[in-house]
């Protein structure tokens, strides 16, 4: 399936969709990467030739949206030297630099001045998700929900711990890796945080002030749970490339996808 179903013309549409952002989490150390990519960020670690983020960036241009927001880290000068303002793609890229590390809540408080679609998209930048990104928005906005997190399933829960639905797709709680271990889930595996989300602006109010740290994971997103956090669940291909076996999968498994086929940096 397309990243974008263009013959289905019963599919959701949500309001001035190309001007809905994308926030990219570029700001990652990548330290479980430095054996097999020294000196370089998760996000310009290259797969068959190409920087991750490139695959990322051909998902959003896909998808028909525009505007992308870049948060950066340490890696901030290199990525800006890489993409520029614009991909010949046709994505116009800002960025929001971080001077020290703020975690993944704090970075995104920290590019409040570049956000300006009200919902707008985050995706983490070391992971990748087929998904259809108009329909996670359209399913946002329809439950009135303050956050959305797209959710897949995998057999093997351990690196991610867990997240737990009600019938209406509200999230109840989230399960810590080590209880998502010794509680099992058999033969269909346990629903993950893949790394994106539709976030409506007011979530932006709760997230504190950094230093120190602050993680949209840990600290931002169970806070919401019972005021409008929902999941929305995907069967699309999913890959994070934080440890190395994964990032060796990737050099093969992400060029086969053929909605992240074309990458557009030179």
Not at 46 to 69: E, S
Not at 238 to 246: A, S
Request: aromatic content about 6%.
């Amino acid at each position: 399936m397309s990243m974008k179903q263009r013959s289905d013309i019963s599919r959701p549409q949500v309001p001035d969709w190309e001007n809905i952002q994308a926030v990219v989490l570029c700001g990652g150390l990548g330290t479980r990467l430095c054996s097999a990519v020294p000196h370089l960020p998760k996000s310009l670690a290259p797969v068959a030739g190409r920087p991750f983020l490139d695959y990322l960036l051909a998902g959003i241009a896909a998808a028909g949206m525009r505007d992308v927001v870049l948060c950066t880290g340490h890696s901030g000068k290199a990525l800006e030297e890489k993409y520029g303002s614009e991909t010949h793609c046709g994505l116009r890229i800002t960025y929001s630099h971080e001077r020290e590390a703020m975690g993944t809540a704090g970075a995104l408080r920290n590019a409040l001045r570049e956000i300006h679609s009200n919902p707008f998209l985050v995706l983490n930048g070391d992971s990748l998700l087929e998904i259809d990104f108009e329909e996670l928005v359209a399913s946002h906005l329809a439950s009135g929900a303050m956050a959305t997190l797209a959710l897949t399933r995998v057999a093997d829960p351990q690196r991610y711990g867990s997240v737990v639905l009600e019938a209406n797709g509200e999230i109840r709680r989230f399960a810590e890796k080590m209880e998502s271990v010794t509680k099992g889930f058999g033969r269909e595996g346990a629903l993950i945080n893949a790394g994106v989300y539709a976030l409506d602006q007011s979530v932006l109010d709760e997230i504190r002030p950094s230093p120190p740290m602050n993680s949209l994971e840990r600290e931002v997103l169970p806070n919401l749970i019972g005021r409008g956090l929902f999941g929305f669940v995907t069967t699309g291909f999913f890959i994070d490339i934080g440890v190395p076996e994964e990032y060796q999968r990737a050099q093969t498994a992400i060029p086969r996808r053929p909605g992240f086929a074309c990458s557009h940096s030179s």
